[in-house]
Each structure stands twice: as C-alpha cells, then as structure tokens.
C-alpha cells in the first residue's frame, strides 16, 4: 500500500462537507470540473442547496418532515453529470436516500420494477 493513509470521519458524507464549507479557502477550491464549467465546493453547497428546495417543493408534503433517519428512497435516472452531483446532494439535504438508475443501459421494464 503507497500513499498517505487517511481516517474515515466519523460524520456523514454531508456532515463532513458542510463543516468543511466553513473553511472559506476549501470552499473556493476547485471541487468539480465539467466540459463546460469549474465548480468551487461552494458552488456545489449553494446549487444542491437550491435543488434540494425545488426537490422539496416538487415531491411536496410528503418529504417535508424527513429527517436524517428516513428510509425514504428517491430513484434517480440521470447520466454522470454535475446535476447529478448536485441532486445526490439535495437527496441527502432533504434525508432521503438516492438510488441511482442506469436509464441507458437497462430495458424499461427493469426500470419500472427497480423502481417499485
């Protein structure tokens, strides 16, 4: 084994970004790179932010009261993108639980059974 070993947080994925955000020279460190754009990790925190209120909106009352604990499950069926990225994170934000579908690889019907 090469390289520096590193312990695992005892946090959440989310946790652990959030309390890394407070540190201004991490969060405007290039976090993502895309054909497009760069994202900062303050960019990330501030789009997910803003997908997880319109998540909240769309899904509506249901989802509303979820906490950290929620076994609810959100499938998601976008290729790898930096919205991906960014809904990951808004699943987490709201407490649900992300459940990636391969839309271009599988046949609908395996979809629509994943997915009950």
Known sequence: MTGKIVPIPDTSLLDHFTEKIKNPQFAQSCAMITNYQTYTFLNIEETSTHFADILR???????????KDSDSVIAV???RSDRLIFTIFAILKIGGTFLPIDTMNLPTPRIVVSTY
């Open 57 to 67: 909106t769309l899904i509506g009352v249901r989802y509303r009261n979820m906490n």
């Open 77 to 79: 069926g976008f290729p």
